[in-house]
DNA sequence: TCCGTATCGGTTGTGCACAACTTAATTGGG
DNA sequence: CCCAATTAAGTTGTGCACAACCGATACGGA
């Protein structure tokens, strides 16, 4: 009764992340983007030439996520990634012109998302919200 | 503006969807299941000997993903799997004693998951059912 | 009955997530 | 000043997701 699979939460998040992702699938296709790339490109878009411990600390992902991820976007010629010169540790993620050229297709998605669903702006914001602070509690709890 | 990460529905639940299955894995562990382990044992706790496209249909997952985690529950020796004798391109997943056994053990697991943080039954709930009609929303619009 | 088509499950290949570990650079206490 | 501890990024290994494809079985009309 309590494990029955519509009444767990997880799967219900699991589910719809899983499903606005594959909407998003189609689109990105067209920018050649997987869709945890363009997470990457959305954060560096808003602000260029970040290390990649910002860049995971932002999208809550490791080294072990993003090194490989950021290597296929510098193949993709979209990002370059070098030393940076005061910590020789750290390494600095900085868009192409390709890279930021790229920004102005991605403008198109938000709009082309729902379009054509009955779906409410204001209702999916409202869920935005309530999954962030969700997430942000569940993150504070763990540190 | 439009773009910016924190806007984004996909982001939240994206990153929720990761927090919570993150509070799952200690629990898990305690079990040797991973979290898409635990739904398809959650499938077959409430009704079991279910094909694999039943469990897909379910779980919205395909056979080139349930597959190999079969397998893998397979040799940890909580279900068989059998070619159906009415229709042999079929395969039936049942659960073994040690796969029912396990539910015990499980039963455990909603309780200790939200205790100690102060997120309400009633809101968490709700939040899950916005999510269901999410899905099922975008489910239909693909079809 | 026979053949074309659909269905079911599996395999292969790519790309995340994440844990555990490694290497190299930095920092801070004694 | 030096070395132990910390930090940043990368590597390796496992297990999903998902697309594309394959082989075997079932089915349905001509």
């Known amino acids: 009764m309590e494990l029955e ?6 799967f219900a998040l699991y589910s719809a992340s899983r499903a606005v992702t ?4 189609p689109l990105l296709d067209e920018l050649g983007l997987t869709y945890p790339q363009y997470l990457v490109m959305l954060v560096l878009w ?6 990649v411990k910002e860049l995971g ?7 072990g996520t993003l090194s ?7 193949a993709a010629d979209l990002l370059t990634r070098e030393r940076s010169p005061e910590d ?5 993620v900085s868009l192409t012109t390709r890279g930021v050229a790229l920004r102005e297709k991605a403008e198109e998605i ?3 998302l729902f379009c054509g669903t ?4 204001d209702e999916l914001a409202e869920l935005r919200d309530t999954l962030t602070r969700l997430t942000d509690k569940i993150q504070r709890r763990n540190t």
């Open 5 to 10: 699979l519509r009444h767990q939460l997880c």
């Open 22 to 25: 594959a909407l998003y699938r």
């Open 46 to 51: 808003e602000r260029d030439a970040r290390t």
């Open 57 to 63: 600390s932002e999208l809550r992902l490791d080294s």
């Open 68 to 74: 490989p991820l950021l290597k296929r976007l510098e």
């Open 88 to 92: 020789e540790r750290s390494v600095t």
């Open 110 to 112: 938000p709009g082309r």
């Open 118 to 121: 009955d779906l409410a702006g």
